[in-house]
T-cell receptor, first 112, second 111 residues
Framework: DVKVTQSSRYLVKRTGEKVFLECVQD?????MFWYRQDPGLGLRLIYF???????EKGDIPEGYSVSREKKERFSLILESASTNQTSMYLC???????????FGQGTRLTVV | AQSVSQHNHHVILSEAASLELGCNYS??????LFWYVQYPGQHLQLLLK??????LVKGIKGFEAEFIKSKFSFNLRKPSVQWSDTAEYFC?????????FGAGTTVTVRA
C-alpha cells in the first residue's frame, strides 16, 4: 500500500511564527503536492513538485514556500503564519505512470 | 488557467435513488480526469480515473463516469446509492503534472 505520511495531525501556532509541515511518501513517486482544504472551496493547490529540487506554484502560493531536497519528502513552509492560514493541509503524491494521487491524512493547522 | 467546476454543492438523496454529479473543466488539451471521495473523517480516496480509450469508466463501489470531450464534462453516476455513500466527492483534472480539484459536492444519503 502506498503511504503518504504527514508529520502532524493537529497543530496550533501563533501569528508570525514560521511553520513547517512535513510530508513523506514511500512509493518513489515523482510528483508531490500541497493543498489546503476549506469548506465550500474544495482543495486548492498551493505548490507542487515533479522532481527533486523542482517546484511550481499552484493557484494560491502567496504566504507559502516549499522544499524538496529528497524525492520522498516535500515540506510546506509558512514563513510568517497568519490567522487566514488556519486550514486543513493535505499532501499528496503521484507517479508519472498515472494511477492517480495518494493523499496523506491531513494536518489541521490553527493559527491564533 | 485550467479550472474545474462542480455543479452541485450539496445533494440529498434517499437510499436506492440514482446519483449523478456534474463536473466540467476548462482546459482544451489532453487531460487526465479523476473522481475522488472523502468519507467523514477519512483520507481522500480515488474512485475512478480516465486517461484515454472508452469514455465510460467504471470505478469502485458501483460508481461510473462518462467523459464527453465535446462538453468538457466528466460526470459521476451511481444507479442506486446506499447510506454508506454519504461523503464529499471531488472531481479533479491533471494537466502537465498539475492536479486541480473542484470545490466538491457533499452527498447525504438518507436511510
Amino acid at each position: 500500500d502506498v503511504k503518504v505520511t504527514q508529520s502532524s495531525r493537529y497543530l496550533v501556532k501563533r501569528t508570525g511564527e514560521k511553520v513547517f509541515l512535513e510530508c513523506v511518501q514511500d512509493m518513489d513517486h515523482e510528483n508531490m503536492f500541497w493543498y489546503r482544504q476549506d469548506p465550500g472551496l474544495g482543495l486548492r493547490l498551493i505548490y507542487f513538485s515533479y522532481d527533486v529540487k523542482m517546484k511550481e506554484k499552484g493557484d494560491i502560493p502567496e504566504g507559502y514556500s516549499v522544499s524538496r531536497e529528497k524525492k520522498e519528502r516535500f515540506s510546506l513552509i509558512l514563513e510568517s503564519a497568519s490567522t487566514n492560514q488556519t486550514s486543513m493541509y493535505l499532501c499528496a503524491s503521484s507517479s508519472d505512470r498515472g494511477k492517480g494521487a495518494f493523499f496523506g491524512q491531513g494536518t489541521r493547522l490553527t493559527v491564533v | 488557467a485550467q479550472s474545474v467546476s462542480q455543479h452541485n454543492h450539496h445533494v440529498i438523496l434517499s437510499e436506492a435513488a440514482s446519483l449523478e454529479l456534474g463536473c466540467n473543466y476548462s482546459y482544451g488539451g489532453t487531460v487526465n480526469l479523476f473522481w475522488y471521495v472523502q468519507y467523514p473523517g477519512q483520507h481522500l480516496q480515488l474512485l475512478l480515473k480516465y486517461f484515454s480509450g472508452d469514455p465510460l469508466v467504471k470505478g469502485i463501489k458501483g460508481f461510473e463516469a462518462e467523459f464527453i470531450k465535446s462538453k468538457f464534462s466528466f460526470n459521476l453516476r451511481k444507479p442506486s446509492v446506499q447510506w454508506s455513500d454519504t461523503a464529499e466527492y471531488f472531481c479533479a483534472v491533471n494537466v502537465d503534472y498539475k492536479l486541480s480539484f473542484g470545490a466538491g459536492t457533499t452527498v447525504t444519503v438518507r436511510a
